[in-house]
C-alpha cells in the first residue's frame, strides 16, 4: 500500500510572512554594518574576552525594545550577574526585563523555549559560557568530560531554532566569551563549539582596541565590533571601533565622529583632524571642538544624514 504524502503549503518568495525586521542598538555606525540592526525572529551572537561590553550592548537592544514596542524583556542570567543600576545606568527601565537565573544549562533552554511560547519580543542568554549541564552537577569535582557543553547545545539549539521559526515575533540573543586557543599560531575558539555558529544567523565578535586616557588614567576603552558571520544583511568580516567610556558608556556625539571619519568628511593624519577648516590636535579634543560648537556638529550630523 503507497503511503500518503502530505500536502505542504509551499509560500511564494516575496510573500511578506518571510519579512522581519529589526531591532536596533541605536548606535549609528553599528546599526548601519548589519543594515538596521539585528534581525528579528532569528538568533544573534554577541561573543568577545571578558569586560568587553557585551552586556552593555545586549542592554542597549533591550532598551530599544522597551523604549519602542513597550515590550518586556525575558533575560537568561546564567552568569548570576545582572545589576538593575547597572542596566538602569544603560538605560533599561528594569520593571519591564523578566530575569530568570537557572541552575544548569536544561533550565535555561526551557526557560528560553517557554519564552519564546509567550510570544517574547526579545529573549538574552547570559552566557552560553556559564551554562552547566546537569550531567555535570551530578558529578564529582575531578569528573570533567570534554566537549560536554558543545554536545549539549548541539543537541538542544536546533530546537530552540525550530521554536523561532515557529514563532510570531521571538528574537533571540546569546552572549558568549572568546578564550585563548591552546597554540599562539591558532585562532581564539568559543566556548561551547560550534554548534552555536551553525544555528546562528548573524555573530558579532567583540574585541578591546586601544584606551582612552586623561591624565594618564583609564577613563574607557575602543570597542572593535566585527561582523563575522551573517545569513541576514551586511558584509562579514566588516567592523566598526566604539569608543566606550567606564562612566557613561557610550557617546553620541563621539559615535558621530567615528562615522565621519569613516565617511572621510573628517580627516586625520597623526595626531590631526581636520573639518572643513578646522585643524583639532588629539581625539579627546575633537569631541570638546564639537561640544563647543553646536551649529558645527548640527552640519556635520546633516552631511552624516545624505
Request: glycine content about 6%; overall charge neutral; aromatic content about 8%.
Amino acid at each position: 500500500m503507497t503511503k500518503k504524502i502530505k500536502t505542504i503549503n509551499f509560500i511564494r518568495g516575496d510573500s511578506k510572512e518571510l519579512e522581519f525586521g529589526r531591532i536596533p542598538f541605536n548606535i549609528k555606525i553599528l546599526d548601519d554594518m548589519i543594515t538596521g540592526g539585528i534581525p528579528r525572529k532569528h538568533f544573534t551572537i554577541i561573543s568577545g574576552m571578558p569586560s568587553v561590553g557585551k552586556t552593555y550592548l545586549a542592554y542597549k537592544l533591550a532598551k530599544s525594545v522597551i523604549n519602542k514596542d513597550k515590550e518586556k524583556v525575558y533575560w537568561i542570567d546564567a552568569e548570576d550577574s545582572h545589576q538593575p543600576s547597572w542596566a538602569e545606568q544603560c538605560g533599561v527601565d528594569t520593571t519591564m526585563l523578566q530575569v530568570f537565573q537557572p541552575t544548569h544549562a536544561e533550565e535555561a533552554y526551557e526557560a528560553i523555549r517557554s519564552a519564546i511560547h509567550d510570544n517574547a519580543s526579545l529573549i538574552v542568554l547570559d552566557s552560553i559560557a556559564s551554562l552547566v549541564p546537569t550531567a555535570m552537577l551530578e558529578q564529582d569535582f575531578e569528573y570533567n568530560p570534554i566537549g560536554l557543553l558543545a554536545r549539549s547545545l548541539s543537541a538542544n539549539l536546533p530546537k530552540i531554532a525550530a521554536d523561532l521559526r515557529e514563532s510570531s515575533n521571538s528574537t533571540l540573543v546569546a552572549i558568549n566569551q572568546l578564550r585563548s586557543a591552546i597554540s599562539q599560531y591558532a585562532p581564539d575558539t568559543l566556548v561551547g563549539g560550534r554548534a552555536q555558529s551553525y544555528q546562528a544567523h548573524l555573530m558579532l565578535e567583540l574585541r578591546k582596541e586601544g584606551y582612552m586616557t586623561v591624565d594618564k588614567e583609564r577613563q574607557g576603552h575602543y570597542i572593535r565590533t566585527k561582523l563575522t558571520k551573517t545569513k541576514v544583511g551586511g558584509k562579514t568580516d566588516s567592523s566598526v571601533l566604539i569608543p566606550f567610556h567606564y562612566e557613561g558608556g557610550i557617546d553620541d556625539v563621539e559615535i558621530s565622529i567615528e562615522a565621519a571619519l569613516k565617511k572621510k568628511i573628517i580627516q586625520n593624519s597623526g595626531a590631526w583632524y581636520y573639518y572643513q577648516d578646522n585643524k583639532i590636535q588629539g581625539r579627546i579634543k575633537v569631541k570638546d571642538f564639537f561640544d563647543d560648537n553646536p551649529e558645527l556638529y548640527k552640519e556635520l550630523e546633516i552631511e552624516l544624514a545624505t
